[in-house]
């Protein structure tokens, strides 16, 4: 093989990581838009994610996704950061070149495009329920803003984590405010849930007031079959949506990032969704 045959190699960095679908979901970007590129998982040691990340940049590695526990690490280990990898204060994309290691945040915008595109709910003047104050709730908020949503109501279980996190966008131009679950009493348009309770069955306490038919609920988890967010939802009448969408688009974006191609996720999400 000569040195311009040899793909780019791209991996997800995480612990645990076997779980990833990342290398699949790739593998099929890259298949569809004839990049020759290899995408791999790598498990870095829990006290050893930037030894890992310097020994993959070694053997030739071009970027990587970040995923659990390491998108802090990765954010500190970033010589440049994008706008919305500052917003977020967390990484899930790095990218390996003579000038360093850049860092980016594609969650957000995966979202974004999987409830605006994918789901065909526009968000511009709709009114935002986000559940949870953790790194998945904080780097979904610029790009929410973004869409010049009419406003963001962050809940989650520690309330200092919300009102923290409402400060920090306090000065965006849409009213952002924190709120105690039981202090929500008005209907939402679109209400995300970024918090990890689905991961043990359990539900945030909501009232019922917040969910009407025209709701958008949103379970940032996703699973062959609906969560128990979704469940809980639909049975106070809204329209529920996992967040698988939101795991391909953010590749996606990755995959733009380091490529400049953008792929079509429709089939990569049909093909992954038989999958579960
Ligand atoms: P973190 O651990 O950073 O945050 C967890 C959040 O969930 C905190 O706000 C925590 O509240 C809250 N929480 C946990 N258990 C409960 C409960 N029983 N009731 C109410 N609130 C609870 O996790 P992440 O932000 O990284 O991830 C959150 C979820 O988003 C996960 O399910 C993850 O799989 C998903 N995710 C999906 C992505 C996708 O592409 N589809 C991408 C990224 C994340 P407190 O502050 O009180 O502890």
Redesign the pocket.
Known sequence: MTSESVPDRYAVIGNPIEHSKSPQVHALFAQQTLQAMRYERLLAPLDHFVDSVHEFIVHGGRGANV??PF?LEAFALANELTPRAQAAGAV?TLSFSADGIKGDNT?GI??VRDITRNAGVPLRNRSVLL?????????VILPLIEENIAGLVIA???QP??MELAQQFSHSGVPVSPAA?DQLDQRFDVII????????S????LPDCVFGSQTLAY????AAQPTIFMQHAAHHGAVVR??????I??AAESFFVWRGVRPDTAPVYTWLRGQL
Do not use: I
């Not at 359990?202 to 306490?205: G, K, M, T």
């Open positions: 995923t659990v998108k899930n969650d995966g979202l559940l949870g104050a953790g790194g998945a709730a904080r780097g989650n279980r520690t984590r919300a679950f849930n970024a918090t990890s309770a689905s991961l043990d359990a539900l945030p306490p379970d940032m988890m996703y996992d967040g698988l969408g939101m795991l688009e953010q």
